[in-house]
């Protein structure tokens, strides 16, 4: 069972545009929604993080939406650029005491010079 | 400030051999996660440990796979009798005992190939 759902599954986007990625959740219990970078070969990195008392984020170009009534959230990419080419990942964090993520399956996304 | 080590970034086993996969948490990181991620998949969560504690370990496979984080030395994630089903990478993150501030650092990652 997939608790976090992630679309579309690649992007490709023009530079200077806006790439958008949307993510939709089960699990009420989440109280955490990170999103992450991940390069070929390296780790993920945090890039932006959001909590559901709060329905928008911004961090320089990136900027998270989060709709808590129907459990849905996105990542704003403005202005993308091709060094933002990566595979982005949302993901949830449990409330309790482990503090596990659970990730979405990820997207490509490709931004043409 | 080193961040995440995890070593070796790549390791090739053949079927039935042993793989022991091993992470140096950030300084002054005392939980440690380990996620395994199959090709074009999300990363799935395996284990959570703090020092000498296996906290919860609900995505690790029953048999074959075992975790470790002693008070000394690294976190060891241990595969023994590797299938080819078990090449995958496989990340470790780590996060400071605060649990008000839990953001999680990845590591670079090992990538296991099973021939």
């Known amino acids: 069972q997939q608790q976090v759902k992630q679309s579309p599954q690649s992007l490709i986007v023009q530079k200077g545009g806006i790439s958008i990625i949307n993510c939709a959740y089960e699990?009420?219990?989440?109280?955490?929604f990170p999103w992450y970078q991940q390069f070929p070969g390296k780790g993920p990195a945090l890039l932006i993080a959001i909590r559901p008392d709060v329905s928008e984020k911004k961090e320089g170009r990136f900027t998270i939406s989060f709709n808590k009534s129907a459990k849905q959230f996105s990542l704003h990419i403005m202005d993308s650029q091709p060094g933002d080419s990566a595979t982005y990942f949302c993901a949830a964090r449990s409330g309790g005491s482990n503090y596990k993520l659970t990730f979405g399956k990820g997207t490509l996304l490709t931004v043409n010079p | 400030n080193a961040g995440v080590m995890q070593n070796p970034r790549h390791l090739v086993r053949r079927r039935g051999q042993e793989a022991r996969l091993r992470c140096s948490p950030m300084k002054g990181h005392s939980h440690v996660y380990w996620y395994r991620q199959l090709p074009e998949e999300g990363l799935k969560f395996m284990v959570y440990l703090q020092k000498e504690n296996i906290i919860d370990e609900s995505g690790m496979p029953k048999e074959r796979f075992s975790a470790e984080f002693p008070k000394e030395g690294p976190s060891i994630l241990r595969i023994q009798q590797v299938v080819r089903g078990d090449s995958a990478a496989y990340f470790c993150a780590s996060s400071p005992r605060d649990r008000a501030n839990n953001e999680q650092f990845f590591g670079p990652g090992t990538r296991l190939t099973v021939l």
């Open positions: 699990n009420t219990a989440f109280d955490y």
